[in-house]
């Protein structure tokens, strides 16, 4: 069946970097983009990033823009969140996600939790 | 971009209908027919309930329907049920420089 796993969080400084990974199994990973969602603890879910199919295209949500950057492996069926000058507020659980069709989002991942603390 | 606005929380009894609101602007919800809803339970997954504004995957129920009229979308649980009990956020394809942007989220609660 179709499968979206993370890994890659965990406890770390401000000011430094973090990379996510995001596992697909059991689709063609490589017809569909792929994002990157995040809920802040009590708070609403928030769109960080997507990349198109082959990767050619990549958008980011104001709050990241300059410090994420998402890849992709279409050879490993592998997303990426590369995370760097990590802020306080980036303190949450991110969630990779297929977009089936525009905004359409039917397969979300687990979550894995970034804490970003002294 | 800013979130979408959705009220905090909507509350109903069991077999009653409600209706949670997604106010946004011409250049998301207003311009597209992308426009999405999430369930999501603490704890789990986001799950799809509606998307291109109206449609349900298979396997939603059909107590829940979705509709626009100009910059402000909604979803519509008919017969409540206490599984019903969730969080949910629209989301909308956008003209801005981000592309999406999901709403404040909702709080649903079955008195």
């Known amino acids: 069946q179709e ?4 890994s890659g969080g965990g ?3 401000p000011g430094r970097s973090l ?21 802040a603890p009590g708070k609403g879910l928030e769109w960080v990033a997507v990349t198109s199919v082959d990767g050619s295209d990549k958008f980011y949500g104001d709050s990241v823009k300059g410090r994420f950057t998402i890849s992709r492996d279409n050879s490993r069926n592998t997303l990426s969140l590369q995370m760097n000058s990590l802020r306080a507020d980036d303190t949450a659980t991110y969630y990779c996600a297929k977009e089936l069709s525009f905004n359409r989002f039917d397969l979300w991942g687990q979550g894995t939790l970034v804490t970003v603390s002294p | 971009q800013s979130a979408l606005t959705q009220p905090a ?32 339970h603490p704890g789990k997954v986001p799950k799809l309930m509606i998307y291109d504004v109206s449609s349900r995957p298979s396997g939603v129920s059909n107590r829940f329907s979705g509709s626009k009229s100009g910059n402000t979308a909604s979803l519509t649980i008919s017969g409540l049920q206490a599984e ?19 709403g404040t989220g909702t709080k649903v609660t079955v008195l």
């Open chain 1, 19 to 39: 990379r996510l990974s995001c596992a697909a199994s059991g689709f063609t990973f490589s017809r569909y983009g792929m994002h990157w969602v995040r809920q």
């Open chain 2, 9 to 40: 929380s909507v509350s109903g009894s069991p077999g009653q209908s409600i209706t949670v609101s997604c106010t946004g602007t011409s250049s998301d919800v207003g311009g597209y027919n992308y426009v999405s809803w999430y369930q999501h």
């Open chain 1, 3 to 6: 499968q979206l796993v993370e």
């Open chain 2, 84 to 102: 019903d009990e969730a969080d949910y956020y629209c989301s909308s394809f956008t003209s801005g420089s981000s592309r999406y942007v999901f």
């Open chain 1, 11 to 13: 406890v770390v400084q």
